[in-house]
């Protein structure tokens, strides 16, 4: 059916609106017909009274013709609206179609140009990566050629060389065949008369002229070669006329070698020689001219002194010495004879190729080894830095100008890697420095228990906790020949973080002993080397020597592995056994290898190891070296220790009182350690604490600030450890200072020797002539304490000392070896006096908190009760003040360590038992370091008031 097609009737009722889809019916001939709506008329003729008779008139009748005519109508209004809609539909549809399209056609289109976006980048991609290939392609190329036209050249000039000698042997071949042929051909004549001759010359005359033409060529070159001998000749002279061949090599020093090798006479002559032998060309530039002289002269070197330039026997080292032999062979045959020159010409640039490669590899050593001392001391400034500003800044300018100086010495040799390699250098050393934190952090960390109220308040804060690592087993300077354990070290980096390692003081009998075990060995070791047995002595000293030089180094590092190579142990005993050891050569290389190991400072006394080497006596001298070197290499491997302790003290420092007190308590575990001592000993004081306290309140009032704290206790307790009233034992030292009885035992006498000197200074001054000018007896004090520090001192000395100082008229020789014995005995009034005074000195520095900036001499209260405690002891105040200082700091490392554990001693026991009630206050000092706790295991746990101090 067309739609098109369909064409409404002129009358319909519809109105079209063009500008919109809507349709408006006109209902205009409906109400002519019908005065009120069709669908309401049967409605209301239903509920009217004539509604049936009104049905059946012809009213009705007419009444449906029209209902029909309009339905009719209504029906064709539908059918064009529905057919108006569905062309309306058809060409939304249409539109919504071209829309489509539309966007098709677009996207299409943005794809096209992102497709030809995407391969014009492609394309220039291409080019940029071809134009990339084509550069290094060049650059490449270019060397390549550079590398081939050299080849090439060398080459055409040693085949131009042999040719030409092929030429000339030739032309010498056919010259004496010509001549042999022409005297064969000639008729043998009697020597014609003077006359004749006279009267022939002219025509002779003619044949020399022809003859000179015709051999022109033939003359000039045997002139040539004539002068070329000649010159090398006078060159030859030149040169060996200066001493240098390979005989005078080897009996020259090396130092004045190297002085000969830079004359400019012995230069020049060098070069000329080569010049004359073909290596070096006149049109060179003078710079590879020297270059060339240089490496010729370093072959003689190499060859006459092998140890001082070679650093190991390597393949490359055994290569570069075979090929020197083979080219100063060639080279001395070809300068003193007529001979040809191809062995030279062959075996040169075999030796630039060996001298170069080993010239690479011993550069990039050096190189490695001056950019560790680099990174050295940058780890060395970073661990100094924060020291005072003087020291700070003398160890900057030093560190400064040695790193510059290194930085001048690697970009000679390195170039434009210099900062690359410096920088490779300093990150293996923070790489190592990170691995050497690791391990120390393989330390104990403090657990959150049994802390001080700070400290858990500290961790509440922090909101973390630590955690148990294990300890190494071993020593950390174990590596060095030092015998400490951790705990020791912890130790003594708590009293001193300075500490350093120090050779151990010998008694004069234990120096007796070493020294004479040392002769009856080495007395051993030169029997057996005099009688040839070489193999049972010699390996075992290089299998020493080498173990401590490798301590000196990494592991595995380039440095290690030279130093395993050039001491070869199989090597040695090879050479042992067929009698090829040289005694020389072994002490110059290991002397060789400790001056690049140590410290500038100690240069001097490396090199002092080779002076008994050159001793007439081969076996004497050796014997002699090897003792030399063994002990400075103890000298070298407590300096390392030293230093390694030096940069990891920072590390550990914060974990030392932790590690410390974590293990003691495992020795008591174990039972390795009691605590028996440690309680009789604060226990005992504890009480006379007590007791004090209640005869100072007869009432019984018991006032909280009149109760003793534990402060003062652990402060009598320790002054009765450091200076007891009277000569104690060691063993009733209590177990927690089992680590300082070597300290205890020397701030015992100490303090005995400050109360005897004091003591002898006030009798000496009571004893001098009133009229008597004043005297320093500050002099006499120091006289008395060097004479007590002497271990051979008796009681006469300190008699005449005295008798001498204050005038032998003023009291008789009996009666001052009676006053000096009374004091050395200690039952002199004054002595004892003097001797409470300094206790009361020791317990005032361990209670007044001087570590917070009181000096003696200020108006604090702690000041004065010092100076109270210090009457009759001026003259002694430096040491008084030394010894307050360091018993403070055996106090406070003391506490921090084992505060808890003496905390717990005193409140395990009955209060009762005691008579004592103790209000546990926060100590008057507190240790500047941060209180690090652990969790004890073997002690049982005690719960902590709020009040407690630890």
Same mark, same amino acid.
């Given at each position: ?22 349709? %408006? %019916? ?30 059946? /008139? ?110 000339? +042997? ?11 042929? $022409? ?67 080897? $009996?020259?020093?090396? $130092? ?57 026997? #390597? ?29 030279? *010409? ?19 050593? +050096? ?14 400034? $970073? ?34 890697? @210099? ?95 070493? @020294? ?53 142990? @199989? ?46 006596? !081969? ?41 410390? !007190?974590?293990? %003691? ?24 604490? @007590? ?14 600030? /009149? ?6 206790? %652990? ?23 089992? *680590? ?85 005995? #200690? ?6 006096? *003097? ?25 604090? !209260? ?28 055996? #106090?406070?490392?003391? !506490? ?17 038992? +005691?008579?004592?009630?103790? +209000? ?31």
């Amino acid at each position: 059916m067309d739609l098109d097609n369909i064409q409404e009737p002129a009358s319909s009722p519809i109105r079209d609106m063009s500008d919109s889809s809507n349709f %408006f %019916f006109d209902l205009s001939p409906a109400k002519t017909i019908s005065p009120r709506p069709a669908r309401l008329q049967p409605r209301h003729r239903r509920h009217s009274i004539s509604s049936a008779t009104s049905h059946k /008139s012809g009213g009705s009748a007419r009444h449906v013709t029209r209902m029909s005519s309009c339905d009719e109508d209504i029906t064709a209004v539908r059918r064009a609206a529905f057919i108006e809609g569905r062309k309306n539909r058809l060409a939304a549809r249409a539109v919504e179609r071209e829309e489509v399209l539309a966007r098709a056609r677009t996207g299409i289109e943005g794809a096209s140009s992102k497709l030809a976006e995407l391969q014009k980048s492609i394309a220039a991609a291409n080019v940029a990566r071809e134009k990339m290939l084509a550069t290094v392609t060049s650059a490449c190329g270019d060397q390549v050629a550079k590398a081939k036209a050299k080849a090439a050249e060398m080459r055409e000039k040693r085949l131009e060389e042999v040719r030409m000698m092929k030429l000339a +042997l030739e032309e010498r071949l056919a010259n004496a065949a010509k001549r042999r042929e $022409e005297m064969r051909k000639t008729k043998r004549t009697s020597r014609p008369s003077v006359g004749s001759v006279e009267e022939k010359s002219p025509e002779r005359k003619v044949l020399r002229r022809e003859v000179s033409e015709v051999e022109r060529r033939d003359a000039a070159r045997v002139i040539q070669r004539t002068w070329r001998r000649s010159e090398k000749r006078r060159a030859a002279q030149a040169f060996f006329g200066l001493g240098v061949d390979v005989s005078a090599v080897h $009996e020259l020093p090396f $130092e004045e070698l190297v002085y000969r090798f830079q004359d400019q006479k012995v230069l020049k002559a060098t070069i000329r020689a080569l010049k004359a032998t073909g290596l070096v060309g006149d049109e060179e530039p003078p710079m590879k001219q020297m270059e060339a002289c240089r490496i010729f002269l370093s072959s003689y070197m190499i060859l006459g002194h092998p140890e001082e330039i070679l650093s190991g026997q #390597g393949e490359r080292e055994q290569e570069l010495v075979r090929t020197t032999n083979i080219l100063l062979r060639a080279f001395e045959n070809s300068v003193r004879s007529p001979a040809s020159s191809v062995d030279l *010409l062959a075996a040169w640039p075999s030796y630039l190729v060996a001298f170069r490669s080993w010239k690479a590899h011993d550069s990039a050593i +050096l190189v490695e080894g001056m950019a560790a001392q680099y990174a050295e001391l940058s780890q060395i400034w $970073e661990t100094v830095k924060d020291s005072e500003a003087s020291v700070a800044d003398e160890y900057k300018r030093s560190i400064r100008n040695n790193q510059l100086m290194l930085l001048q010495k690697i970009r000679k040799l390195a170039g434009e890697d @210099t900062r690359k390699v410096v920088g490779k250098a300093i990150a293996e050393a923070k790489k190592r420095r990170k691995e050497l934190k690791k391990a120390v952090e393989a330390l104990p960390k403090p657990s959150p228990s049994r802390t001080r109220p700070e400290s858990a308040g500290s961790a509440r804060n922090s909101g973390s906790a630590r955690q148990e690592f294990t300890v190494p087993a071993t020593s950390i300077v174990a590596n060095y020949g030092v015998n400490l354990s951790n705990r020791q070290l912890m130790h003594e980096l708590l009293l001193d973080p300075n500490f350093k390692l120090e050779p151990p003081e010998k008694s004069p009998l234990e120096k007796a002993v070493e @020294t004479q075990v040392k002769r009856a060995f080495f007395d051993s070791v030169r029997e057996g080397l005099r009688n040839g047995e070489e193999e049972d002595w010699i390996p075992g000293l290089a299998k020493d020597v080498r173990s401590r030089l490798l301590r000196l180094v990494v592991p595995d590092s380039p440095t290690a592995q030279m130093i395993s190579g050039a001491l070869d142990l @199989t090597v040695i005993e090879q050479q042992c056994r067929t009698r090829t050891f040289d005694y020389q050569r072994f002490c110059e290389q290991v002397v060789h290898m400790m001056r690049r190991l140590c410290a500038p400072f100690r240069d001097e006394m490396v090199q002092g190891c080779l002076v008994p080497a050159a001793a007439e006596d !081969r076996v004497e001298g050796f014997v002699e070296c090897a003792k030399a070197i063994l002990e400075v290499l103890d000298v070298l491997l407590l300096d390392h220790a030293n230093f390694h302790l030096t940069i990891a003290a920072p590390m550990l420092l914060p974990e030392a009182v932790a590690y410390e !007190r974590k293990r %003691f308590d495992e020795d008591v575990k174990a039972g390795r350690a009691s605590l028996e001592s440690t309680k009789k000993w604060l226990q005992a004081h504890a009480q006379e604490a @007590t007791q004090t306290a209640e005869s100072r309140d007869p009432e019984g009032v018991q006032h909280p600030k /009149s109760k003793p704290t534990l402060s003062p206790v %652990f402060a009598a307790a320790m002054v009765d450890v450091v200076v007891p009233d009277s000569t104690g034992t060691l063993p009733d030292l209590p177990e927690t200072f089992h *680590l300082d009885v070597d300290r205890i035992v020397e701030y015992r006498q100490t303090a005995h020797k400050i109360t005897v000197v004091a003591t002898l200074i006030l009798h000496s001054k009571n004893l001098a002539r009133a009229g008597s000018p004043q005297q320093d007896w500050s002099q006499l004090k120091e006289r008395l304490w060097v004479i007590l520090k002497d271990g051979q001192t008796t009681a006469e000395h300190l008699t005449s000392e005295v008798q001498h100082y204050i005038g032998s008229a003023s009291t008789s020789s009996s009666a001052a070896d009676n006053l000096v014995s009374r004091v050395l005995d #200690g039952s002199d009034t004054v002595f004892k006096l *003097l001797r409470r005074r300094l206790r009361a000195y020791m317990e005032a520095w361990l209670t007044a908190g001087l570590a917070r900036g009181d000096e003696p001499g200020s108006r604090s !209260r702690p000041s004065q009760q010092l100076a109270a405690a210090a009457s009759g002891m001026e003259e002694l105040a430096g040491e008084l003040k030394r010894l307050g200082e360091k018993v403070r700091k055996l #106090g406070e490392v003391n !506490r921090d360590c084992y505060g808890g554990l003496y905390d717990g001693i005193l409140r395990d026991r009955p209060l009762s038992a +005691l008579n004592v009630s103790f +209000l546990f206050k926060r100590p008057q000092f507190q240790s500047r370091r941060p209180c690090c706790q652990i969790t004890i295991r073997s002690i049982p746990r005690v719960t902590l008031d709020s009040d407690s101090p630890w």
